[in-house]
Structure formats: structure tokens, C-alpha cells
């Protein structure tokens, strides 16, 4: 169940630039035109193999939730 709209909003928008930088190299051909689509799964390029980059976006998706829901529910003004 999603808490916050604020780290909703923040997963959507890093799982949309990735989606981007994944499908980019599909229209230019050079050498390094994937390379946003990797740098998006960091840090976890090095601990998974390269056929489990999505892994490693699950993951950072997973903690970019949990910090925006943490810092929003910190400043949100009501009582728990």
C-alpha cells in the first residue's frame, strides 16, 4: 500500500528516466548511448550480473520510496 504520494511520485519519475535511458539506445547506435541506463541501476552494476539490472533498479526504487517516504512523513504537520 503506498503511504506517501511524495515518494510515489518520486519512484515514478526514477523508474520513467530509466525507462528512457533503456529504450534511448534503440535510436542511437553509438558506443556509449546506454551507459544512462546503466548508471541508474548504480550501485548495484557491481554486485549483480549484467542480466540482472533490473534487480538492481527494483532496489533502487525500493530505498528511493522508503527515503522520500521517510523524509515526507518527518515533515508531515499532523500527529502520527
Same mark, same amino acid.
Given at each position: ?5 511524495? *515518494? ?8 520513467? *528516466?530509466?525507462? +528512457? ?8 547506435? $553509438?558506443?556509449? +548511448? ?16 549484467? %542480466?540482472?539490472?533490473?534487480?538492481? !533498479? ?7 520510496? *522508503? !527515503?522520500?517516504? %521517510?523524509? %515526507? $512523513? *518527518? ?6
Amino acid at each position: 500500500m503506498m503511504w506517501s504520494r511524495t *515518494a510515489a511520485l518520486g519512484v515514478g519519475l526514477y523508474l520513467l *528516466a530509466f525507462l +528512457s535511458a533503456a529504450i534511448y539506445p534503440w535510436f542511437d547506435r $553509438r558506443i556509449f +548511448s546506454g551507459l544512462a541506463a546503466v548508471l541508474l541501476a548504480w550501485p548495484w552494476v557491481d554486485y549483480f550480473p549484467s %542480466s540482472a539490472l533490473l534487480v538492481g !533498479v527494483a532496489l533502487n526504487a525500493v530505498i528511493i520510496y *522508503a !527515503v522520500l517516504a %521517510s523524509i %515526507s $512523513r *518527518a515533515f508531515r504537520r499532523e500527529p502520527w
